[in-house]
């Protein structure tokens, strides 16, 4: 029987075959689903289609804006939606999601993400309003040209939805850690081609500035040991970044 609700899924994928089923799994209300693979070399690609409904593509990943917009201009659908592997698509959201496409009053919908880090619900640290757009018509909505940290930019109407979005990023203290260095180096190349040049206020001040910022005036310090860890994370990822910058411009690797 043909699905009613003509809603596109979309995500990026790199090694994500112990996130792979339960994401699809829960995307029950989807007409169709998109996955765009950056070459994983785990069982991604087999896991995802062995299922009827999902479309594989595989792509060179160049950056996180270019790789979402190519995945959006795949969808066969005017409303899609656009989670990562490590988010929880609760029934209560998937439900709302429905509903709000049958009757849409905006052209996206944010969602509220509650992280998880080390097992732990982070509460504070900066991360305590963290809403993104994870439901939108594409015809009105592309990324910005951002290499990392990349914003879907809606031209129209946005609204909020109620039920908020479990963000569980964490899976080992080295993953963690490689996905940031893995942003500082992709913010780095966006600074270079800005012809930005990193001094010592930038290895200095400004990681200096970041841990305490998080740690104190965003209030991770009641996060308790995983709010420490992760500002000093933080904080060492933009050291990493005019590292990174510096690099470039000395043509070192």
Not at 25 to 38: Q, R
Not at 103 to 115: E, L, T
Not at 153 to 165: F, H, M, V, Y
């Amino acid at each position: 029987m043909e699905n009613p609700v003509k809603i596109s899924a979309i995500a990026i994928t790199l090694n994500e075959a112990h996130n792979i089923e339960g994401y699809l799994k829960s995307l029950w209300f989807a007409d169709e689903i998109i996955i765009v693979d950056s070459f994983s070399s785990d069982k991604t690609v087999a896991l995802a289609s062995a299922h009827k409904k999902v479309t594989v593509y595989q792509r060179v990943f160049d950056n996180f804006s270019a790789q979402k917009n190519f995945a959006i201009s795949k969808a066969k659908n005017e409303w899609v939606t656009f989670f990562d592997l490590d988010e929880e698509i609760t029934p209560e959201l998937a439900n709302e999601i429905v509903a709000k496409f049958k009757n849409p009053a905006a052209i996206a919908y944010f969602v509220k993400r509650d992280f998880y880090f080390m097992g732990k619900r982070i509460k504070y640290s900066g991360l305590q309003n963290d809403f993104i757009i994870r439901f939108f018509n594409k015809n009105h909505c592309r990324y910005n040209a951002n290499l990392v940290h990349e914003t879907l930019e809606a031209d129209g109407k946005t609204e909020n939805l109620k039920n908020s979005l479990p963000h569980h990023t964490y899976k080992s203290f080295d993953d963690y850690t490689a996905k940031m260095h893995q942003y500082s180096a992709l913010q780095a190349k966006m600074l270079y081609k800005k012809g930005k040049r990193p001094n010592y206020y930038h290895f200095l001040f400004r990681p200096f500035y970041r841990f305490w910022n998080q740690f104190i005036f965003r209030l991770g310090i009641l996060d308790g040991k995983e709010g420490f860890i992760l500002a000093y994370v933080s904080a060492f990822s933009v050291f990493k970044r005019y590292v990174n910058l510096w690099l470039l411009y000395r043509k070192i690797d």
